[in-house]
């Protein structure tokens, strides 16, 4: 099932997505870079190599065969009550999703965690190459908290696989220094995470970055209150403070950053600029 889903189909997805994006990011940047592309390219993608390696030999075959333990003993919650597969595969999807906006504020605010998470955090831009950068470390703990969730809800390995697909899609898609026209963006974001929504979320004003956790659905933030959205992009400058120094953004640095101490991040207060209902530009 993985083959027939996730490799026949999603790889393709994912792969053309990427392209598609990289184009769109080229001609209509949203923000202005900081860093030299290609260099920071180069570094994102070496530092994800183990993280992709994992995801794929690992995270998806533990969470696969996790559903399928749903199925063969009924267990979860999708097991529980009787209704058309579209409407199971709805719940189980939103509530997948939830999961994850759970876990997104985990890998902030538990500190262990937050050491693994750090890695994403500290690029000095924001662009799809971002998507790809994260510690091998966050993929191990993902495993157990993702699995888990996978077991409670009780999805079946179709809806996890697409679910997988789609929330590698949102990643690509939210990472990504595109600008869409305001109207349109503000119509997205209605419903899903946009470049903008998230790129506050990147941002080295902590209040900033402690905001905007949602990976597919944004009205997971406004539910909670964790939403920001009043931000001009120009304003933001990307990255984690106490971590600013490009030469210290190593590959080998960034592989061995979650086991040193953490620095204390460095307040950057911004003044409040009014309410949290728009999307700026």
Do not use: C
């Amino acid at each position: 099932m993985i083959k027939s889903i996730f490799d026949s189909y999603g790889t393709p997805i994912l792969t053309g997505l990427f392209i598609i994006l990289s184009i769109v990011e080229t001609k209509f940047q949203l923000r202005k870079r900081v860093q030299n592309r290609w260099k920071r390219m180069l570094i994102n993608f070496i530092v994800a190599i183990p993280a992709f390696a994992l995801l794929r030999l690992l995270f998806i075959p533990v969470i696969i065969w996790l559903a399928v333990q749903n199925q063969q003993y009924q267990f979860g919650l999708n097991n529980l009550y009787s209704a058309s597969l579209w409407i199971k595969f709805v719940i189980a999807f939103v509530l997948l999703d939830y999961s994850n906006y759970i876990w997104h504020v985990l890998l902030h605010k538990l500190p262990f965690m937050w050491r693994f998470h750090l890695v994403h955090h500290t690029d000095l831009d924001l662009d799809i190459s971002t998507a790809f950068r994260f510690h091998f470390g966050e993929m191990i703990g993902s495993v157990f908290f993702r699995g888990a969730a996978v077991l409670l809800i009780g999805a079946s390995p179709a809806i996890v696989l697409i679910y997988e697909i789609a929330f590698e899609a949102a990643t690509l898609f939210q990472h990504s220094n595109t600008k869409l026209p305001l109207w349109f963006e503000k119509v997205l974001n209605t419903l899903i995470v946009t470049p903008r929504m998230h790129g506050i979320h990147h941002s080295m004003v902590k209040k900033e970055t402690d905001s905007n956790y949602s990976i597919i659905f944004s009205f997971w933030d406004r539910i909670h209150k964790t939403v920001r959205l009043n931000i001009h992009q120009q304003k933001i400058v990307t990255g984690v403070p106490a971590y600013a120094d490009e030469k210290e953004l190593s590959i080998g640095n960034l592989l061995e950053l979650p086991f040193k101490a953490v620095r204390k991040w460095k307040e950057d207060e911004r003044p409040n600029d009014g309410n949290y209902n728009d999307l700026r530009n």
